[in-house]
């Protein structure tokens, strides 16, 4: 949604505005969207705590509130792009033979999903130039995702191997999405996916 | 082979100066590392083809005569961090089923090295934020590196396959020297050569 494209009320900067939509059931929501779109559209080091409560016409204080820092917000934002709560159960709950499947399965759909893509591509490029959006994701992607992953497997090295998962799905969005090398590029999902399940199935599993 | 780089036809742009160290044996290696260096701490936009003839103490003109336009030096600086030449038959010419491990070996060799680290980290850089930098990348890594590398794969789809090999060792290099996850970060790069080269291995043999 483009930043204040719903019209409803003035944004006004400096002090907390009365006519500014204040907390409510989908502020929280709404701030992450507009987070997502501003860190998408502006890079890390462009966006701003302020920006990102005009976009969600909320009041900055409230996005503090609910997250703190911008670098907790910027978090929150990669979080919101992998929804590790719902998902790791979800890969990790099933039989253990096609874990490596569903995992790739997850990754590239999270990537092929426009709306996804956008702003995990701007992450990727803002910790790629910045060294405190580099921290956020090494803190996120550690004890957040891989960790998660890590805890449900029965392999030595655990979070080592889930990394190794992961650089290999970083690496495939980057060559598809980012350079768009071809035929890696136009290749079909399940081509990918029918490669890449058995490489994550070795490291998250053993086998 | 490079525009230019047999050195027959002189291009000139502007009249080359008599106080800039002119041609010879080692001016093409010298313009080669300043152009790493221009490229590597600058960035691809900020780099200028006269930027790198000062920092090789030629004139503009030499640079042009050996390599061309902008992104054909950069095309040129990322070559001479692989090597693609000598190293593609290195990988290829041993025993087939040792590939997977020569072609990890040799990543992360290059990785692990920061003279060639940084300019690489540079070039990833610069691909993730700018077009002009992705499409000179696309161009080599497709016509260069990994078509060489697939021309001796006795699988299907071959390309695909050096591309999804390619990935992974881009992924880990980013996970590992740039966003610095742990325990990947700090990994014995033996340990991580023994995880990754089975997995290149079924990419280029299907073994």
């Given at each position: 949604?483009?930043?204040?494209a ?32 501003e860190?998408a ?28 820092t911008?670098?907790?917000?910027f ?8 929804e590790?709560?719902?998902v790791v ?19 590239i ?8 893509r ?6 990727l ?8 959006a ?10 957040r995702?891989l960790?998660?992953?890590?805890e449900?497997l ?7 191997r ?9 690496g495939i969005?980057i ?31 053993d086998?």
């Amino acid at each position: 949604m483009t930043p204040g494209a719903d019209g409803q009320s003035p944004r006004r900067r400096g002090r907390p505005s009365r006519t500014a939509r204040t907390d409510g059931p989908d502020a929280r929501t709404r701030i992450l969207e507009a987070a997502r779109t501003e860190f998408a559209e502006r890079g890390y080091d462009k966006t701003s705590v302020r920006g990102i409560a005009r976009a969600a016409d909320v009041d900055a204080a409230l996005v503090h509130h609910y997250f703190g820092t911008k670098d907790e917000v910027f978090a929150a934002a990669i979080e919101v792009s992998f929804e590790p709560a719902l998902v790791v159960p979800a890969i990790l709950g099933g039989s253990s033979e096609d874990v490596g499947e569903r995992l790739a399965r997850y990754f590239i759909g999270v990537w092929e999903n426009p709306a996804s893509r956008a702003p995990l591509l701007a992450i990727l490029r803002s910790a790629l130039t910045h060294e405190a959006a580099a921290k956020v994701l090494r803190g996120f992607v550690l004890r957040r995702l891989l960790e998660r992953i890590a805890e449900g497997l029965d392999v030595p090295d655990p979070t080592f191997r889930a990394e190794l998962a992961a650089s290999h799905m970083i690496g495939i969005a980057i060559l598809r999405y980012v350079i768009r090398a071809e035929p890696l590029a136009s290749a079909d999902p399940e081509k990918i996916i029918a490669m890449v399940a058995p490489t994550l199935q070795r490291y998250l599993s053993d086998r």
